[in-house]
T-cell receptor, first 112, second 114 residues
Framework: AQSVAQPEDQVNVAEGNPLTVKCTYS??????LFWYVQYPNRGLQFLLK??????LVKGSYGFEAEFNKSQTSFHLKKPSALVSDSALYFC??????????FGGGTRVLVKP | NAGVTQTPKFQVLKTGQSMTLQCAQD?????MYWYRQDPGMGLRLIYY???????DKGEVPNGYNVSRLNKREFSLRLESAAPSQTSVYFC?????????????FGEGSWLTVV
């Protein structure tokens, strides 16, 4: 069985500081990993994905994520957070078939 | 550029009532999905349709039925609503063949069952 864990329910960071949102996964076989962001009362917006190749993936709005196979992690990062980055972030895993398994989500609060 | 469109946006039902959530995508995608979102649980797959004419159960199918009407449309029906089905429902789609395709989501339908 596959699973995704986001160990932090909430991350607080000051504007301008680096932002990291953690994600670990469990799956047999090669994973496809995704990050989505959800703003209040909106749908999920795709940020980036890892399929294969370079372990550092760059995505939308200045976000990037690092795939680490030995640690089974796919942490989302942004070098300098903005207040507008405050939202709910989801890590997701796609294994068998084109279906996503989601983590529980991490709420990010960026304070001015 | 509409993407994935779902209706209604908000709905309040009484226990035992039925309703259908409608979803349409204009990206010529083969696969479509229905997820529900509950606090602290992320999104869980209810049903999906890999292609027109096929549907399969996901993680939490009980109490729901689906219809893949054509390539564009995928509806979700609650035959007899229960308070446990109070949730936010998201329709999604992904395109073409192969693995690792990005899944695109609609804006959500907020359903309350009283």
């Amino acid at each position: 069985a596959q699973s995704v864990a986001q160990p932090e329910d909430q991350v607080n960071v000051a504007e301008g500081n680096p932002l990291t949102v953690k994600c670990t996964y469990s799956v047999s076989g090669n994973p496809y990993l995704f990050w989505y962001v959800q703003y209040p009362n909106r749908g999920l917006q795709f940020l980036l994905k890892y399929i294969t190749g370079d372990n550092l993936v760059k995505g939308s709005y200045g976000f990037e994520a690092e795939f680490n196979k030995s640690q089974t992690s796919f942490h989302l990062k942004k070098p300098s957070a903005l207040v507008s980055d405050s939202a709910l972030y989801f890590c997701a895993l796609m294994a068998a078939g084109n279906k996503l398994t989601f983590g529980g989500g991490t709420r990010v609060l960026v304070k001015p | 550029n509409a993407g994935v469109t779902q209706t209604p946006k908000f709905q309040v039902l009484k226990t035992g009532q039925s309703m259908t959530l409608q979803c349409a995508q204009d990206m010529n995608h083969n696969s479509m999905y229905w997820y529900r979102q509950d606090p602290g649980m992320g999104l869980r797959l209810i049903y999906y349709s890999a292609s027109e004419g096929t549907t399969d159960k996901g993680e939490v199918p009980n109490g729901y039925n689906v219809s893949r009407l054509n390539k564009r449309e995928f509806s979700l029906r609650l035959e007899s609503a229960a308070p446990s089905q109070t949730s936010v429902y998201f329709c999604a789609s992904s395109g073409l063949t192969g693995s690792g395709n990005t899944i695109y989501f609609g804006e959500g339908s907020w359903l309350t069952v009283v």
